[in-house]
Nanobody, 120 residues
Framework: QVQLVESGGGLVQAGGSLRLSCAASGRTFGGNVMGWFRQAPGKEREFVAAISWSGGSAMYADSVKGRFTISRDNAKNTVALQMNSLKPEDTAVYYC?????????????WGQGTQVTVSS
């Protein structure tokens, strides 16, 4: 079992920044690919970013590329999502996932989600 707890969401104006954090506990964290997903009201969940177990490789959705940065600290069992130049369309509940399948948007482990609201 892996338990994931997100934090750092909130309300920010367009153009601002937020940093989300996900704390993991349970099974060994270092061996897992970690990912961030989001779901806006009335929309399906979508992939945002993922990072390899070593932190040496990351991938991003086209909609956030160049604005968001995913990172991890295996010593602290945390993964972060730095979000800059936020847009109103980034408004969503953001979820942390362990070992996600990016193609199917499925994962065995999800956090409870943290709300991000970007005002125009």
């Amino acid at each position: 079992q892996v338990q994931l707890v997100e934090s750092g969401g909130g309300l920010v104006q367009a153009g601002g920044s937020l940093r989300l954090s996900c704390a993991a506990s349970g099974r060994t964290f270092g061996g897992n690919v970690m990912g961030w997903f989001r779901q806006a009201p009335g929309k399906e969940r979508e992939f945002v970013a993922a990072i390899s177990w070593s932190g040496g490789s990351a991938m991003y959705a086209d909609s956030v590329k160049g604005r968001f940065t995913i990172s991890r600290d295996n010593a602290k069992n945390t993964v972060a999502l730095q979000m800059n130049s936020l847009k109103p369309e980034d408004t969503a509940v953001y979820y942390c996932a362990a070992n996600p399948n990016i193609a199917t948007l499925r994962s065995d482990y999800w956090g409870q989600g943290t709300q991000v609201t970007v005002s125009s």
